[in-house]
Protein backbone atom coordinates (compact mmCIF):
# COMPACT_ATOMS: atom_id res chain seq x y z
CA UNK A 1 0.00 0.00 0.00
CA UNK A 2 1.14 3.67 -1.00
CA UNK A 3 2.50 5.81 1.81
CA UNK A 4 1.50 9.02 0.10
CA UNK A 5 -1.35 10.16 -1.96
CA UNK A 6 1.39 12.00 -4.33
CA UNK A 7 5.31 11.87 -4.72
CA UNK A 8 6.92 14.01 -6.88
CA UNK A 9 10.15 12.51 -7.86
CA UNK A 10 13.67 14.00 -8.88
CA UNK A 11 12.67 17.64 -10.10
CA UNK A 12 15.11 20.38 -9.19
CA UNK A 13 12.68 22.30 -6.38
CA UNK A 14 12.62 25.91 -6.02
CA UNK A 15 10.24 26.18 -2.37
CA UNK A 16 9.11 29.63 -2.45
CA UNK A 17 11.10 31.32 0.74
CA UNK A 18 13.97 32.47 -1.74
CA UNK A 19 16.49 29.72 -1.40
CA UNK A 20 18.41 28.56 -4.45
CA UNK A 21 16.86 25.18 -6.57
CA UNK A 22 18.20 21.74 -5.02
CA UNK A 23 17.78 18.44 -6.11
CA UNK A 24 14.93 17.09 -3.90
CA UNK A 25 11.35 15.30 -3.66
CA UNK A 26 7.83 16.08 -2.81
CA UNK A 27 5.60 13.63 -1.32
CA UNK A 28 1.72 14.42 -0.63
CA UNK A 29 -0.68 13.14 1.77
CA UNK A 30 -3.85 14.38 2.50
CA UNK A 31 -3.81 17.66 0.75
CA UNK A 32 -0.51 18.44 2.72
CA UNK A 33 3.07 18.31 1.90
CA UNK A 34 4.58 16.11 4.27
CA UNK A 35 8.06 15.41 3.05
CA UNK A 36 10.35 17.16 1.13
CA UNK A 37 13.67 15.75 0.46
CA UNK A 38 14.87 12.02 -0.88
CA UNK A 39 11.43 10.24 -0.08
CA UNK A 40 11.55 6.34 0.07
CA UNK A 41 7.97 5.63 0.44
CA UNK A 42 5.80 5.38 -2.92
CA UNK A 43 2.61 7.41 -3.59
CA UNK A 44 -0.15 6.04 -4.82
CA UNK A 45 0.47 8.75 -7.94
CA UNK A 46 4.19 9.19 -8.91
CA UNK A 47 5.16 12.37 -11.31
CA UNK A 48 8.91 12.42 -12.45
CA UNK A 49 9.96 15.73 -13.02
CA UNK A 50 13.67 14.52 -13.53
CA UNK A 51 15.26 17.85 -15.70
CA UNK A 52 12.10 19.63 -14.43
CA UNK A 53 11.27 22.60 -11.48
CA UNK A 54 9.25 21.78 -9.21
CA UNK A 55 7.92 25.21 -7.83
CA UNK A 56 5.15 26.08 -5.62
CA UNK A 57 1.51 27.23 -7.21
CA UNK A 58 1.27 30.73 -8.18
CA UNK A 59 -0.89 32.74 -5.74
CA UNK A 60 -2.64 35.56 -8.32
CA UNK A 61 -3.83 38.05 -6.19
CA UNK A 62 -5.23 40.41 -8.56
CA UNK A 63 -8.12 39.09 -10.80
CA UNK A 64 -11.65 39.85 -11.60
CA UNK A 65 -13.69 35.78 -12.11
CA UNK A 66 -16.12 37.61 -9.85
CA UNK A 67 -18.92 36.85 -12.63
CA UNK A 68 -16.97 33.64 -13.66
CA UNK A 69 -16.29 31.70 -10.75
CA UNK A 70 -20.00 31.54 -10.57
CA UNK A 71 -21.03 30.09 -13.50
CA UNK A 72 -17.77 28.31 -14.42
CA UNK A 73 -15.67 25.69 -12.71
CA UNK A 74 -12.18 26.43 -14.61
CA UNK A 75 -10.90 29.52 -13.98
CA UNK A 76 -8.98 29.67 -16.96
CA UNK A 77 -6.75 31.76 -18.54
CA UNK A 78 -4.90 31.91 -15.00
CA UNK A 79 -5.25 28.06 -14.47
CA UNK A 80 -3.21 27.07 -17.42
CA UNK A 81 -0.19 29.51 -16.27
CA UNK A 82 0.68 27.61 -12.96
CA UNK A 83 -2.05 29.99 -11.11
CA UNK A 84 -3.06 27.73 -7.93
CA UNK A 85 -4.62 30.34 -6.18
CA UNK A 86 -6.65 33.20 -7.45
CA UNK A 87 -8.02 36.18 -5.22
CA UNK A 88 -11.14 38.01 -7.15
CA UNK A 89 -12.83 41.38 -5.95
CA UNK A 90 -10.24 43.60 -6.86
CA UNK A 91 -10.65 47.67 -7.81
CA UNK A 92 -13.74 47.92 -5.79
CA UNK A 93 -15.60 46.46 -8.26
CA UNK A 94 -17.84 43.15 -7.92
CA UNK A 95 -21.24 42.01 -7.37
CA UNK A 96 -22.26 42.16 -3.67
CA UNK A 97 -23.53 43.08 -1.51
CA UNK A 98 -26.73 44.32 -3.50
CA UNK A 99 -30.11 45.64 -3.93
CA UNK A 100 -32.43 43.62 -6.64
CA UNK A 101 -32.80 46.73 -8.40
CA UNK A 102 -29.51 47.32 -8.76
CA UNK A 103 -28.19 44.72 -10.65
CA UNK A 104 -27.71 46.43 -13.76
CA UNK A 105 -25.70 49.27 -12.71
CA UNK A 106 -23.08 46.80 -10.86
CA UNK A 107 -23.10 44.96 -14.41
CA UNK A 108 -22.56 48.07 -16.20
CA UNK A 109 -19.85 49.07 -13.38
CA UNK A 110 -17.91 45.38 -14.37
CA UNK A 111 -18.88 45.54 -18.21
CA UNK A 112 -16.92 49.07 -17.95
CA UNK A 113 -14.22 49.26 -15.79
CA UNK A 114 -13.51 45.71 -16.68
CA UNK A 115 -14.23 44.90 -20.70
CA UNK A 116 -16.31 41.78 -19.67
CA UNK A 117 -19.76 41.60 -22.19
CA UNK A 118 -22.25 42.88 -20.18
CA UNK A 119 -24.66 40.19 -22.33
CA UNK A 120 -22.29 37.36 -20.71
CA UNK A 121 -22.98 38.53 -17.44
CA UNK A 122 -26.45 39.14 -18.07
CA UNK A 123 -26.93 35.65 -18.97
CA UNK A 124 -24.38 34.21 -16.68
CA UNK A 125 -25.34 35.47 -13.46
CA UNK A 126 -27.89 33.91 -11.12
CA UNK A 127 -28.30 36.56 -8.78
CA UNK A 128 -29.10 34.25 -5.97
CA UNK A 129 -27.51 36.63 -3.40
CA UNK A 130 -27.93 39.79 -1.69
CA UNK A 131 -25.26 39.58 0.90
CA UNK A 132 -21.21 39.05 1.03
CA UNK A 133 -22.08 36.14 3.03
CA UNK A 134 -24.46 35.33 -0.12
CA UNK A 135 -22.20 35.82 -2.45
CA UNK A 136 -19.51 34.02 -0.85
CA UNK A 137 -21.66 30.64 -0.48
CA UNK A 138 -22.34 31.20 -4.15
CA UNK A 139 -19.10 30.55 -5.35
CA UNK A 140 -18.57 27.76 -2.53
CA UNK A 141 -21.27 25.61 -3.92
CA UNK A 142 -19.62 25.48 -7.31
CA UNK A 143 -16.31 23.27 -6.71
CA UNK A 144 -13.06 24.94 -9.44
CA UNK A 145 -9.98 24.06 -10.82
CA UNK A 146 -8.10 26.41 -8.40
CA UNK A 147 -8.75 27.73 -4.72
CA UNK A 148 -10.74 31.51 -5.35
CA UNK A 149 -11.04 34.08 -2.67
CA UNK A 150 -13.24 37.35 -2.59
CA UNK A 151 -13.02 40.74 -1.57
CA UNK A 152 -15.43 43.54 -0.53
CA UNK A 153 -15.64 45.87 -3.17
CA UNK A 154 -16.06 49.43 -2.23
CA UNK A 155 -18.31 50.19 -6.08
CA UNK A 156 -21.00 47.40 -4.31
CA UNK A 157 -20.91 48.87 -1.50
CA UNK A 158 -21.67 52.66 -2.40
CA UNK A 159 -24.35 51.63 -4.14
CA UNK A 160 -26.03 49.20 -1.83
CA UNK A 161 -25.44 52.25 0.64
CA UNK A 162 -26.32 55.39 -1.14
CA UNK A 163 -28.14 54.40 -4.39
CA UNK A 164 -27.85 57.45 -6.64
CA UNK A 165 -26.05 59.72 -4.91
CA UNK A 166 -23.13 57.09 -4.57
CA UNK A 167 -23.11 56.75 -8.27
CA UNK A 168 -23.12 59.72 -8.34
CA UNK A 169 -19.97 61.08 -7.02
CA UNK A 170 -21.63 62.67 -4.08
CA UNK A 171 -19.71 62.69 -0.41
CA UNK A 172 -20.94 60.22 1.76
CA UNK A 173 -22.69 61.37 5.35
CA UNK A 174 -21.11 59.76 8.63
CA UNK A 175 -24.38 57.57 8.70
CA UNK A 176 -23.12 56.57 5.33
CA UNK A 177 -19.97 55.96 6.25
CA UNK A 178 -21.06 54.13 9.04
CA UNK A 179 -23.06 51.65 7.32
CA UNK A 180 -20.49 50.96 5.13
CA UNK A 181 -17.69 49.96 7.45
CA UNK A 182 -20.48 47.65 8.98
CA UNK A 183 -20.68 45.85 5.88
CA UNK A 184 -17.26 45.82 4.95
CA UNK A 185 -16.37 44.42 8.67
CA UNK A 186 -19.55 41.80 7.79
CA UNK A 187 -17.86 41.14 4.68
CA UNK A 188 -14.69 39.65 5.97
CA UNK A 189 -16.00 37.87 9.17
CA UNK A 190 -18.24 36.62 6.36
CA UNK A 191 -14.70 35.11 5.20
CA UNK A 192 -13.70 37.74 2.32
CA UNK A 193 -10.14 38.14 2.28
CA UNK A 194 -9.91 42.19 2.46
CA UNK A 195 -11.44 45.69 0.90
CA UNK A 196 -10.69 46.74 -2.41
CA UNK A 197 -11.29 50.39 -3.71
CA UNK A 198 -10.64 52.37 -7.47
CA UNK A 199 -9.28 55.97 -7.50
CA UNK A 200 -8.59 56.05 -11.05
CA UNK A 201 -10.13 57.51 -14.10
CA UNK A 202 -9.44 54.86 -16.41
CA UNK A 203 -12.01 52.97 -14.46
CA UNK A 204 -15.35 53.56 -16.19
CA UNK A 205 -19.09 52.64 -16.67
CA UNK A 206 -20.05 50.98 -19.94
CA UNK A 207 -22.37 54.02 -19.62
CA UNK A 208 -18.74 56.34 -19.33
CA UNK A 209 -19.21 57.58 -15.90
CA UNK A 210 -16.66 57.54 -13.68
CA UNK A 211 -16.60 54.46 -11.12
CA UNK A 212 -18.36 55.51 -8.29
CA UNK A 213 -15.48 55.42 -6.10
CA UNK A 214 -13.27 57.44 -7.56
CA UNK A 215 -14.11 60.88 -5.79
CA UNK A 216 -14.61 59.61 -2.19
CA UNK A 217 -13.27 61.52 0.90
CA UNK A 218 -10.64 60.73 2.99
CA UNK A 219 -13.02 60.15 5.79
CA UNK A 220 -14.82 57.80 3.96
CA UNK A 221 -12.21 55.82 3.21
CA UNK A 222 -10.43 55.97 6.34
CA UNK A 223 -13.66 55.24 8.12
CA UNK A 224 -14.22 51.52 5.84
CA UNK A 225 -10.94 51.30 6.51
CA UNK A 226 -11.32 51.09 10.00
CA UNK A 227 -14.88 48.72 9.74
CA UNK A 228 -12.42 46.26 8.25
CA UNK A 229 -9.88 46.56 11.38
CA UNK A 230 -12.65 46.05 13.61
CA UNK A 231 -12.63 42.53 12.27
CA UNK A 232 -9.54 41.72 13.02
CA UNK A 233 -8.56 40.22 10.08
CA UNK A 234 -8.34 41.56 6.31
CA UNK A 235 -6.60 43.28 3.91
CA UNK A 236 -6.76 46.67 1.51
CA UNK A 237 -6.29 47.33 -2.26
CA UNK A 238 -6.17 50.55 -3.82
CA UNK A 239 -5.72 51.25 -7.32
CA UNK A 240 -4.57 54.99 -7.87
CA UNK A 241 -3.57 57.83 -10.35
CA UNK A 242 -1.56 59.49 -7.73
CA UNK A 243 -2.02 62.47 -9.23
CA UNK A 244 -0.74 64.13 -5.81
CA UNK A 245 1.47 61.59 -4.90
CA UNK A 246 2.18 63.33 -0.81
CA UNK A 247 -1.67 63.83 -0.48
CA UNK A 248 -2.98 60.54 -1.86
CA UNK A 249 -0.15 58.64 0.20
CA UNK A 250 -1.28 60.72 3.37
CA UNK A 251 -5.08 59.15 3.15
CA UNK A 252 -3.42 55.61 2.90
CA UNK A 253 -1.01 55.63 5.49
CA UNK A 254 -3.93 57.04 7.66
CA UNK A 255 -6.09 53.97 6.38
CA UNK A 256 -3.54 51.39 7.44
CA UNK A 257 -2.74 53.28 10.85
CA UNK A 258 -6.41 54.00 11.77
CA UNK A 259 -7.25 50.38 10.62
CA UNK A 260 -4.02 47.85 11.22
CA UNK A 261 -4.32 46.13 8.09
CA UNK A 262 -1.82 46.23 5.93
CA UNK A 263 -2.44 47.52 2.13
CA UNK A 264 -1.59 46.59 -1.29
CA UNK A 265 -1.73 49.42 -4.01
CA UNK A 266 -1.04 49.06 -8.12
CA UNK A 267 2.14 50.96 -9.40
CA UNK A 268 3.20 51.15 -13.11
CA UNK A 269 5.69 53.44 -15.05
CA UNK A 270 3.43 55.90 -16.98
CA UNK A 271 5.28 57.24 -20.21
CA UNK A 272 3.68 60.54 -19.42
CA UNK A 273 5.45 61.17 -15.87
CA UNK A 274 8.41 58.54 -16.46
CA UNK A 275 10.13 59.28 -13.27
CA UNK A 276 6.59 58.78 -11.08
CA UNK A 277 6.55 55.65 -10.04
CA UNK A 278 9.95 55.79 -8.02
CA UNK A 279 8.31 58.34 -5.84
CA UNK A 280 5.07 55.91 -4.91
CA UNK A 281 7.91 53.17 -4.34
CA UNK A 282 9.86 55.89 -2.09
CA UNK A 283 6.68 56.45 -0.28
CA UNK A 284 6.26 52.81 0.00
CA UNK A 285 9.72 52.18 1.38
CA UNK A 286 8.99 55.26 3.76
CA UNK A 287 5.82 53.40 5.36
CA UNK A 288 7.20 50.62 5.93
CA UNK A 289 10.10 51.86 7.46
CA UNK A 290 7.62 53.32 10.20
CA UNK A 291 5.77 50.23 10.70
CA UNK A 292 2.95 50.62 7.98
CA UNK A 293 2.79 47.70 5.81
CA UNK A 294 1.83 48.57 2.60
CA UNK A 295 3.08 46.40 -0.55
CA UNK A 296 3.28 47.24 -4.17
CA UNK A 297 1.61 45.59 -7.13
CA UNK A 298 3.72 45.80 -10.30
CA UNK A 299 3.17 43.69 -13.41
CA UNK A 300 5.21 41.45 -14.83
CA UNK A 301 5.07 43.60 -18.14
CA UNK A 302 3.93 46.53 -20.07
CA UNK A 303 0.09 47.07 -19.51
CA UNK A 304 -0.55 46.20 -23.00
CA UNK A 305 -4.14 46.36 -25.20
CA UNK A 306 -4.60 43.68 -28.06
CA UNK A 307 -6.44 45.64 -30.79
CA UNK A 308 -8.06 43.47 -33.50
CA UNK A 309 -11.00 43.30 -35.80
CA UNK A 310 -13.24 40.78 -33.77
CA UNK A 311 -11.97 42.99 -30.42
CA UNK A 312 -12.98 45.75 -28.59
CA UNK A 313 -10.34 48.17 -30.15
CA UNK A 314 -8.78 48.61 -32.84
CA UNK A 315 -7.51 51.61 -35.35
CA UNK A 316 -10.57 52.08 -37.38
CA UNK A 317 -12.80 51.70 -34.67
CA UNK A 318 -14.42 55.73 -35.16
CA UNK A 319 -13.71 55.51 -38.90
CA UNK A 320 -17.29 56.85 -40.65
CA UNK A 321 -16.80 54.28 -43.29
CA UNK A 322 -15.79 51.24 -40.98
CA UNK A 323 -19.31 52.00 -39.13
CA UNK A 324 -20.90 51.06 -42.28
CA UNK A 325 -19.58 47.11 -41.92
CA UNK A 326 -18.92 47.35 -38.21
CA UNK A 327 -22.02 45.33 -37.34
CA UNK A 328 -21.70 42.81 -39.97
CA UNK A 329 -20.09 39.45 -39.42
CA UNK A 330 -16.38 39.06 -39.54
CA UNK A 331 -16.20 37.39 -42.89
CA UNK A 332 -18.87 39.90 -44.43
CA UNK A 333 -16.44 42.58 -42.88
CA UNK A 334 -12.78 41.24 -43.78
CA UNK A 335 -14.53 41.16 -47.67
CA UNK A 336 -15.47 44.31 -47.47
CA UNK A 337 -11.96 45.51 -46.10
CA UNK A 338 -10.14 43.30 -48.90
CA UNK A 339 -12.28 45.03 -51.88
CA UNK A 340 -10.06 47.76 -53.38
CA UNK A 341 -12.42 50.43 -53.51
CA UNK A 342 -13.83 50.09 -50.29
CA UNK A 343 -10.58 49.71 -48.62
CA UNK A 344 -9.51 53.18 -50.63
CA UNK A 345 -12.54 54.87 -49.26
CA UNK A 346 -11.49 53.69 -45.77
CA UNK A 347 -7.81 54.52 -45.74
CA UNK A 348 -8.96 58.21 -46.83
CA UNK A 349 -11.36 58.95 -44.18
CA UNK A 350 -8.67 57.75 -41.64
CA UNK A 351 -6.42 60.01 -42.66
CA UNK A 352 -9.11 62.64 -42.09
CA UNK A 353 -10.62 61.31 -38.63
CA UNK A 354 -7.45 61.22 -36.94
CA UNK A 355 -8.48 63.44 -34.33
CA UNK A 356 -11.68 61.48 -33.79
CA UNK A 357 -10.64 59.28 -30.69
CA UNK A 358 -12.97 56.82 -28.70
CA UNK A 359 -12.62 57.99 -25.01
CA UNK A 360 -14.96 56.43 -23.13
CA UNK A 361 -13.38 53.06 -23.83
CA UNK A 362 -9.58 51.87 -21.59
CA UNK A 363 -7.11 53.04 -23.95
CA UNK A 364 -9.41 54.56 -26.89
CA UNK A 365 -7.85 57.39 -26.89
CA UNK A 366 -4.39 55.72 -28.05
CA UNK A 367 -5.43 53.87 -31.03
CA UNK A 368 -3.78 55.76 -33.15
CA UNK A 369 -0.28 55.31 -31.85
CA UNK A 370 0.77 53.64 -35.29
CA UNK A 371 4.15 54.43 -33.31
CA UNK A 372 3.51 52.54 -30.30
CA UNK A 373 1.92 49.54 -32.16
CA UNK A 374 3.46 46.29 -33.32
CA UNK A 375 2.09 43.00 -34.79
CA UNK A 376 1.01 40.18 -32.60
CA UNK A 377 3.35 36.90 -33.89
CA UNK A 378 2.79 33.68 -32.87
CA UNK A 379 5.55 33.85 -30.06
CA UNK A 380 4.79 37.57 -28.76
CA UNK A 381 6.91 40.21 -27.96
CA UNK A 382 6.47 42.07 -25.37
CA UNK A 383 9.57 44.03 -25.06
CA UNK A 384 9.58 44.91 -28.82
CA UNK A 385 12.05 47.25 -30.79
CA UNK A 386 10.80 50.60 -31.90
CA UNK A 387 12.27 49.82 -35.14
CA UNK A 388 9.13 47.09 -35.27
CA UNK A 389 6.58 49.39 -34.77
CA UNK A 390 3.71 49.83 -37.50
CA UNK A 391 4.92 53.58 -38.09
CA UNK A 392 8.99 52.25 -39.03
CA UNK A 393 7.91 49.54 -40.08
CA UNK A 394 5.59 51.26 -42.87
CA UNK A 395 8.13 54.10 -43.39
CA UNK A 396 10.47 51.16 -44.38
CA UNK A 397 8.24 49.56 -47.20
CA UNK A 398 7.23 52.88 -48.61
CA UNK A 399 3.21 52.73 -47.24
CA UNK A 400 1.00 54.35 -45.04
CA UNK A 401 0.84 53.04 -41.31
CA UNK A 402 -2.78 52.75 -42.27
CA UNK A 403 -2.37 50.46 -44.93
CA UNK A 404 0.27 48.36 -42.73
CA UNK A 405 -1.89 47.97 -39.98
CA UNK A 406 -4.72 47.03 -42.01
CA UNK A 407 -3.00 44.18 -43.63
CA UNK A 408 -1.86 42.96 -40.63
CA UNK A 409 -5.35 42.98 -38.80
CA UNK A 410 -6.75 41.03 -41.95
CA UNK A 411 -4.00 38.86 -41.54
CA UNK A 412 -1.64 36.46 -43.98
CA UNK A 413 -4.94 33.86 -44.18
CA UNK A 414 -7.17 36.84 -44.97
CA UNK A 415 -9.84 35.91 -42.17
CA UNK A 416 -9.08 38.89 -39.73
CA UNK A 417 -7.85 37.06 -36.94
CA UNK A 418 -4.57 39.36 -37.02
CA UNK A 419 -3.69 40.87 -33.26
CA UNK A 420 -1.95 44.40 -32.54
CA UNK A 421 -0.15 44.62 -29.20
CA UNK A 422 0.09 48.46 -27.78
CA UNK A 423 2.30 48.63 -24.48
CA UNK A 424 0.07 50.84 -22.75
CA UNK A 425 2.24 51.49 -18.86
CA UNK A 426 5.46 49.79 -18.63
CA UNK A 427 6.98 50.92 -21.69
CA UNK A 428 9.18 53.29 -21.66
CA UNK A 429 11.94 54.15 -24.47
CA UNK A 430 11.47 51.40 -26.02
CA UNK A 431 12.25 49.11 -22.72
CA UNK A 432 11.28 47.61 -19.66
CA UNK A 433 13.54 48.70 -17.53
CA UNK A 434 11.59 50.36 -15.22
CA UNK A 435 9.42 46.87 -14.52
CA UNK A 436 12.75 45.33 -13.47
CA UNK A 437 13.14 47.75 -10.73
CA UNK A 438 9.68 47.65 -9.66
CA UNK A 439 9.84 43.73 -9.68
CA UNK A 440 12.91 43.57 -7.69
CA UNK A 441 12.05 46.17 -5.42
CA UNK A 442 12.09 44.93 -1.66
CA UNK A 443 8.47 46.20 -1.00
CA UNK A 444 6.46 44.70 -4.08
CA UNK A 445 4.89 41.83 -5.41
CA UNK A 446 4.00 40.55 -9.03
CA UNK A 447 0.12 41.22 -9.64
CA UNK A 448 -1.99 42.96 -11.90
CA UNK A 449 -2.47 40.28 -14.40
CA UNK A 450 -6.51 40.58 -14.47
CA UNK A 451 -7.57 37.13 -15.10
CA UNK A 452 -11.28 37.30 -15.82
CA UNK A 453 -11.13 41.04 -17.05
CA UNK A 454 -10.54 43.07 -20.14
CA UNK A 455 -11.65 39.81 -22.27
CA UNK A 456 -11.87 42.09 -25.30
CA UNK A 457 -8.60 44.53 -24.96
CA UNK A 458 -6.06 42.60 -22.67
CA UNK A 459 -4.81 39.13 -22.25
CA UNK A 460 -2.30 39.72 -19.18
CA UNK A 461 -3.81 36.31 -16.87
CA UNK A 462 -0.24 35.03 -18.46
CA UNK A 463 1.79 37.28 -16.41
CA UNK A 464 3.32 34.27 -14.51
CA UNK A 465 4.51 32.64 -17.56
CA UNK A 466 6.37 35.83 -18.30
CA UNK A 467 7.50 36.48 -14.99
CA UNK A 468 9.57 33.01 -15.60
CA UNK A 469 10.12 32.70 -19.20
CA UNK A 470 11.25 36.17 -19.63
CA UNK A 471 12.47 37.85 -16.47
CA UNK A 472 14.02 34.34 -15.00
CA UNK A 473 15.51 33.15 -18.50
CA UNK A 474 15.15 35.04 -22.00
CA UNK A 475 15.51 39.02 -21.17
CA UNK A 476 18.57 40.26 -23.02
CA UNK A 477 18.51 43.11 -21.28
CA UNK A 478 18.91 42.00 -17.86
CA UNK A 479 16.97 38.89 -16.02
CA UNK A 480 16.22 37.99 -12.69
CA UNK A 481 17.06 35.28 -10.11
CA UNK A 482 14.55 32.55 -10.48
CA UNK A 483 14.29 31.93 -6.44
CA UNK A 484 13.84 35.23 -6.14
CA UNK A 485 10.76 35.21 -8.85
CA UNK A 486 9.24 32.11 -8.07
CA UNK A 487 9.27 33.74 -4.13
CA UNK A 488 8.07 36.81 -5.13
CA UNK A 489 4.76 34.85 -7.05
CA UNK A 490 4.11 32.47 -4.46
CA UNK A 491 5.45 33.14 -1.17
CA UNK A 492 5.07 36.83 -1.40
CA UNK A 493 2.01 37.30 -3.16
CA UNK A 494 0.32 34.69 -0.89
CA UNK A 495 1.46 36.69 2.16
CA UNK A 496 -0.12 40.25 0.97
CA UNK A 497 -3.20 38.55 1.28
CA UNK A 498 -2.97 36.65 4.54
CA UNK A 499 -2.64 33.52 3.35
CA UNK A 500 0.33 31.77 5.14
CA UNK A 501 -0.64 28.09 4.55
CA UNK A 502 0.75 28.34 0.87
CA UNK A 503 3.23 29.83 -1.33
CA UNK A 504 6.00 27.62 0.05
CA UNK A 505 7.44 23.68 -0.46
CA UNK A 506 7.78 21.98 3.14
CA UNK A 507 6.14 20.21 5.52
CA UNK A 508 2.70 21.30 6.56
CA UNK A 509 1.91 23.68 4.17
CA UNK A 510 -0.78 23.32 1.47
CA UNK A 511 0.28 20.70 -1.28
CA UNK A 512 -0.13 23.18 -4.76
CA UNK A 513 3.19 22.93 -7.04
CA UNK A 514 4.06 22.77 -10.53
CA UNK A 515 6.29 21.33 -12.61
CA UNK A 516 7.98 23.23 -15.42
CA UNK A 517 9.87 22.23 -18.36
CA UNK A 518 11.78 25.57 -17.56
CA UNK A 519 13.81 25.53 -20.74
CA UNK A 520 10.68 24.90 -23.16
CA UNK A 521 8.34 27.37 -21.17
CA UNK A 522 7.06 29.76 -23.65
CA UNK A 523 3.97 31.76 -24.38
CA UNK A 524 1.69 31.42 -27.78
CA UNK A 525 -0.58 34.60 -29.66
CA UNK A 526 -3.96 35.09 -27.80
CA UNK A 527 -6.70 33.73 -29.64
CA UNK A 528 -10.56 34.95 -29.86
CA UNK A 529 -13.11 32.33 -28.01
CA UNK A 530 -16.66 32.67 -28.18
CA UNK A 531 -17.48 30.67 -24.68
CA UNK A 532 -18.75 33.13 -22.30
CA UNK A 533 -22.26 33.50 -21.62
CA UNK A 534 -24.70 34.38 -23.99
CA UNK A 535 -21.38 33.59 -26.64
CA UNK A 536 -19.68 36.40 -25.42
CA UNK A 537 -16.01 36.37 -26.79
CA UNK A 538 -12.87 36.41 -25.23
CA UNK A 539 -9.05 36.42 -25.57
CA UNK A 540 -7.55 33.38 -23.93
CA UNK A 541 -3.57 32.87 -23.90
CA UNK A 542 -2.11 29.26 -24.03
CA UNK A 543 1.82 28.27 -23.01
CA UNK A 544 3.86 25.43 -23.12
CA UNK A 545 5.83 24.02 -20.58
CA UNK A 546 3.60 23.81 -17.77
CA UNK A 547 3.96 20.13 -17.35
CA UNK A 548 1.84 19.47 -13.89
CA UNK A 549 -0.49 21.11 -11.82
CA UNK A 550 -1.24 20.18 -8.61
CA UNK A 551 -3.76 21.75 -6.27
CA UNK A 552 -4.59 20.52 -2.87
CA UNK A 553 -2.61 17.55 -3.96
CA UNK A 554 -4.83 16.25 -7.08
CA UNK A 555 -3.33 16.60 -10.56
CA UNK A 556 -5.44 19.42 -12.38
CA UNK A 557 -3.39 19.75 -15.83
CA UNK A 558 -1.19 17.62 -17.45
CA UNK A 559 0.90 19.51 -20.54
CA UNK A 560 -1.66 22.15 -20.41
CA UNK A 561 -4.56 19.90 -20.50
CA UNK A 562 -7.49 20.25 -17.82
CA UNK A 563 -7.71 16.40 -16.21
CA UNK A 564 -11.17 15.43 -14.24
CA UNK A 565 -9.68 17.15 -10.69
CA UNK A 566 -11.48 20.25 -9.20
CA UNK A 567 -10.44 20.08 -5.64
CA UNK A 568 -10.13 24.30 -5.45
CA UNK A 569 -12.54 25.51 -3.37
CA UNK A 570 -13.31 29.03 -1.81
CA UNK A 571 -11.02 30.59 0.61
CA UNK A 572 -12.77 32.19 3.63
CA UNK A 573 -10.37 34.80 5.31
CA UNK A 574 -6.79 34.85 5.99
CA UNK A 575 -4.92 31.41 6.81
CA UNK A 576 -2.68 30.58 9.15
CA UNK A 577 0.92 29.39 8.51
CA UNK A 578 1.62 25.64 9.87
CA UNK A 579 1.84 25.33 12.83
CA UNK A 580 -0.11 28.78 14.08
CA UNK A 581 -3.40 29.31 15.42
CA UNK A 582 -6.33 30.50 12.96
CA UNK A 583 -5.97 34.31 12.70
CA UNK A 584 -8.18 35.97 15.28
CA UNK A 585 -11.21 37.43 14.21
CA UNK A 586 -12.90 39.93 16.22
CA UNK A 587 -17.03 39.55 16.84
CA UNK A 588 -18.93 42.02 15.18
CA UNK A 589 -19.60 45.37 17.01
CA UNK A 590 -21.36 48.32 16.92
CA UNK A 591 -19.90 51.64 15.04
Known amino acids: MAEFDLVVRGGELIDGTGSPGRASDVAVRDGIVVEVGDVSGSGTQEIDADGALVIPGIVDIHAHYDGQATWE ?178 TLRQMVARSGRPMSISVARNPMVPDAFRSILDHITSANRDGLTITGQVAARAVGLILGLELTLHPFLTNDVHAEIADRPLVERVTALRDPSFRERLLARQREQLADRNRDKLGGSLIHRFDLLFEMTDEPDYEPSLDDSIAARAARGGVTPEELALDVLIGPAGDGSGLLYLPFLNYVDGNLDGVHEMLTHPHTVPGLGDGGAHVGTICDGSFPTTLLQYWGRDRSRGTIDLAMLVQRHCQGTARTVGLHDRGVLAPGYRADLNVVDFDNLRLYKPQIAHDLPAGGRRLLQRANGWMHTVVAGHETYRNGEATDALPGRLIRGAQAAPGASHPARRAPTAH
Open 73 to 250: ERMQPSSWHGVTTVVMGNCGVGFAPVHDADHDQLIELMEGVEDIPGAALHEGLAWDWNTFAEFLDAVDARPHDIDVAAQVPHGALRLHVMGERGANHEDATPNDIAAMADLAREGILAGGLGFTTSRTRNHKTSTGAYTPTLTAAPDELIGIAEGVGAAGTGVLQVVSDFLDVDDEFA
